[in-house]
Every structure is written in structure tokens, then in C-alpha cells.
């Protein structure tokens, strides 16, 4: 009887194999990257095939809102599948290990099940956490993200400093040097592309995070040269009234001393040729990644998935870097590819496909895990995207919050609509169907109230206090 079973078994063993296979997750992460790309149409200028390329081959969220608008909340949400209202991590000022101390981010997840998690640049906020990973370049006993990267000897270049207040990278200029010279994220693709091109003896959640274009602006001067000054056009965004309707708090968030200051010495097209540029190199070194994974033995077998942690303003609403609630900082590029085959969605991802439901990056850990067939993790608060990856019209009865930098100061986005809230109970409320770059405060107008009697009711129920930083943090980390 065994004998006859033999034959079967070895020919059913390869299929039993492909099933038991787990997908890899290439996981990457943009620094400061609003809608200033292609396939978003934030900014007409830009330049983003390999962005635009990656969105074409799976799904596009047009729609995805940042937890929080700062980094350090933004990332620790995606990495913890906890938002700031569960969290109490608010602020760029906290320290996720002083607020989360025991908490399992997403890389050490996918090791207790079987993975090999690896990651290189900027993930989580200015440290590695190196428990979390199971290797980083550069050495994660250093818990420094940052390799070697090359910065003009003499600073400021452009913007001339104007206090204490100014952020000490809030600075730009084209350099003289090749990719490979610059390092920095040149650095960090090199060491992604040389791990999606060797075998694994497990399957692997290998991160990657790109800097640019975060501040400073210092990319070399060949990406510079698609944006001559003469030619550089104002954000779409901007309307040189577009305060006079927000209330006070609101006004004052917008009105942060960079914007003026930028536009007294000259500099406003400079600063966007320069983010334009950063833009177009950071792409660049997307498409090394691309490349590498594309000639690699992982091809077929890797879900894609890219993400930034914010936007950011160059000029709307007389703002200029992030920390708001309004879409310019709130909505971030989001897309994913899934390949077929994989253990939570068979049929993969339909290229070229577009979802507009309002989704959230902290939902990024629940759709991964479903995704390669893990465990639910227990008590998170993030939702699964698999039903929209499935289908992007998909029935979604959700809405994304976006916290500021404390628990009364949130936004909420629904598929059509904005909502602003600040402490003391001030309110703005868009139409982003009609109004995208939310030029018209509907908040006070009486044939609106249903509308935002109804926005106020989708705010988290419950929020945890902020947790107050044990120290400030260091200078010149945003």
C-alpha cells in the first residue's frame, strides 16, 4: 500500500510546498512626501516614473491619510498597528520606547512567524530599535538609520538662519557630486537591492527607508536640471487669502514663521525647485529597488508595498513643512502590490487599479499579517485593506483620523469630506469634491450643520492623555 502512495505523494510534495510558501513584503518608506507625484497629480512639474510605475502595477490609495502629522507618531502608528489616540504618542518630542516600552512593532512580529526582517535607512524616528530587527544597515548596534551622507562643508547654502526657531535643515542647494559620492539613500539602496538579489533561506520583511526628500534639500545637481527656476510653478494649493476663513488656532498653526521668512529673502520658487528635485532623486533610488527586485529570484513572490509618513506645505495656507491637519499634510502616497498566489488574497492585486475609500497607514500592520497568512495580532486598531485590495470599490464604512499634537487636535477624512477640530472646540469643515485644495471653510455656514454634526461624531471615542517626553528632544530632529 505505501508503495502505490509513493508515486502520489511526491507529486503532490512540490504543491504542498508552493502553498506552504510565505510571500515576501518589501516595505517602503518616503520621507515628507505629499502629493507631488504623477499618478497623484499633486504638482505639474514633478518628476516620478519609477513612483508612477510601481502605482500602475498594483493598487493606488488616493485617498490615505497619515495617522499623525509628524514623523515620530506617523511611523510609530505604522510600526506598533496603534494610533495616537491608543497610543498617547502625539508628538515628535516623545520617545516611542519611553510611551510604548513593551510593545512588538512589525519587523519582530514577522520574525516570531518565520521571517527574516531587515531593514536600512530611516524607518522609525531617528533610531532603529534594534530588537525589532533581526539585521540593518548600517549596524543596528548603533541605532543610528543614517549612513554616510554628503553635505556642502559651509551651511545654510540659501536660506540664511533666523533664530533659534528655525529648523537647522530647512535649507537647499544642487551639488556637485554623483549618486554614489551623495551616499545617503544611494547608500541604503545598494544594500536593499544586494538583499532582494541573493537566495533566502527564509521568507523576508525587508524595510526600506528613503530620506529625500526630507530637509535638508541637498541632492546632486542632475536632479535639479528638469526644473530650471524660470519655470517653476506655485503648489496648486496656494491662494493668498486662504486663511482669512479658518479660525484663530487654525490661523496661528498655518502662520509659523518659515513661509515669511522664505518669501522675504527670495526663496519660495528656490525651495520648490529644490523639493521638486529631491522628489525626482528619491524616485531615482526607488528604481534602483524596483530594478533589483524585478531581476531577483523574489520577482514573483514579493508584495510591494510604499507609504510616506506626511505631506508637506510649500506655501498653502501660509504654511510652509508639516504639523497640520489640512490634506497637504494629511494625505500621503500609498500603494500596493500584491503578487497572485499569496495566502490572504489568491488572485493578487489588478494592476493599475485605484481606490479612493478613505484608508489609514496604521492599517498597513493588520493588511501585511493577513496578506502572508500570520496570526491577528491582538489589540491593535488597525484595520485590514485586504477587502479594497480585493476590490476597490469595496463597501468601506470607515473613516481616517489624523491626529495632531495633542488629543483635541485631529482631523477626520471620509471619501468626500473633511473635518478639522482644535482644542476649545474650534471647527473646519470642506467639501473636497468640490473644494480639493480646501479653500472654503464650510464649518460656520447653517445649511452645513447636518454635515458637520455628523463629521464630529467619528471621532475616536475614547483618547489617551498625551504622554508627557521625559526630555525635550534633540535640536534639528523633525
Not at 510571500?23 to 518628476?47: E, M, R, S, Y
Not at 498594483?58 to 495616537?84: E, I, K, M, Q, W
Not at 557630486?177 to 541604503?188: A, I, L, Y
Request: aromatic share 10%; hydrophobic share 35%.
Amino acid at each position: 500500500m505505501n508503495r502505490l502512495f509513493l508515486p502520489l505523494l511526491c507529486l503532490l510534495a512540490p504543491c504542498a510546498t508552493l502553498q506552504a510558501a510565505k510571500p515576501n513584503v518589501l516595505f517602503i518608506a518616503v520621507d515628507d512626501l505629499n502629493d507631488w507625484i504623477g499618478c497623484l497629480g499633486g504638482h505639474p512639474q514633478t518628476k516620478t516614473p519609477n513612483l508612477d510605475r510601481l502605482a500602475a502595477s498594483g493598487v493606488l490609495f488616493r485617498n490615505a491619510c497619515t495617522a499623525a502629522a509628524s514623523c515620530n507618531p506617523s511611523r510609530t502608528a505604522v510600526f506598533s498597528g496603534l494610533p495616537p489616540h491608543r497610543s498617547g504618542l502625539y508628538s515628535n518630542l516623545q520617545k516611542m520606547r519611553e510611551v510604548l516600552p513593551e510593545a512588538e512593532l512589525l519587523p519582530r512580529y514577522f520574525s516570531r512567524h518565520g521571517y527574516w526582517s531587515a531593514g536600512s535607512g530611516k524607518m522609525l524616528h531617528y533610531v532603529i530599535d534594534p530588537p525589532s530587527w533581526d539585521a540593518y544597515f548600517p549596524d543596528k548596534a548603533k541605532d543610528d538609520p543614517f549612513p554616510p551622507t554628503f553635505y556642502p562643508p559651509k551651511r545654510p547654502v540659501n536660506l540664511p538662519r533666523a533664530g533659534p526657531w528655525q529648523y537647522v535643515e530647512t535649507d537647499w542647494a544642487a551639488l556637485d557630486v554623483s549618486d554614489e559620492e551623495f551616499g545617503g539613500d544611494w547608500s541604503v539602496t545598494k544594500w536593499i537591492g544586494e538583499q532582494l538579489q541573493r537566495q533566502h533561506e527564509q521568507p523576508f520583511f525587508l524595510a526600506c527607508g528613503l530620506y529625500r526628500p526630507h530637509e535638508p534639500w541637498f541632492v546632486p545637481q542632475k536632479y535639479f536640471e528638469p526644473f530650471p527656476l524660470e519655470s517653476i510653478q506655485l503648489p496648486p494649493g496656494y491662494k493668498a487669502d486662504d486663511l482669512d476663513d479658518v479660525p484663530p488656532v487654525g490661523q496661528k498653526l498655518g502662520r509659523n514663521r518659515y513661509f515669511e521668512h522664505i518669501q522675504k529673502h527670495g526663496q519660495w520658487k528656490k525651495g520648490i525647485q529644490a523639493y521638486l528635485a529631491s522628489i525626482h532623486f528619491a524616485d531615482a533610488m526607488l528604481g534602483r529597488v524596483l530594478d533589483a527586485l524585478e531581476s531577483s529570484p523574489q520577482r514573483d513572490n514579493t508584495i510591494v508595498v510604499l507609504w510616506s509618513d506626511h505631506g508637506w506645505h510649500l506655501g498653502e495656507k501660509e504654511h510652509w513643512q508639516k504639523f497640520t491637519g489640512w490634506r497637504a499634510c494629511a494625505r500621503v502616497p500609498l500603494m500596493i502590490r500584491v503578487p497572485k498566489g499569496v495566502p490572504g488574497l489568491a488572485a493578487g492585486t489588478q494592476a493599475g487599479s485605484v481606490c479612493d475609500r478613505p484608508v489609514n497607514l496604521v492599517d498597513l500592520f493588520t493588511t501585511l499579517t493577513e496578506l502572508c497568512g500570520l496570526p491577528e495580532k491582538d489589540g491593535l486598531e488597525s484595520r485590514s485593506l485586504v477587502p479594497l485590495l480585493a476590490n476597490p470599490s469595496a463597501e468601506w464604512p470607515h473613516a481616517a483620523i489624523t491626529h495632531l499634537d495633542k488629543p483635541d487636535n485631529y482631523a477626520i477624512t471620509t471619501e468626500r469630506w473633511r473635518y478639522i477640530h482644535y482644542q476649545g472646540d474650534e471647527e473646519e469643515l470642506y467639501d473636497i469634491a468640490s473644494d480639493p485644495h480646501e479653500w472654503t471653510n464650510l464649518a460656520a455656514k447653517p445649511d452645513h450643520a447636518a454635515k458637520l454634526a455628523e463629521m464630529r461624531t467619528l471621532a475616536p471615542k475614547e483618547m489617551k492623555p498625551l504622554v508627557s517626553p521625559r526630555e525635550q528632544a534633540g535640536a534639528g530632529k523633525k
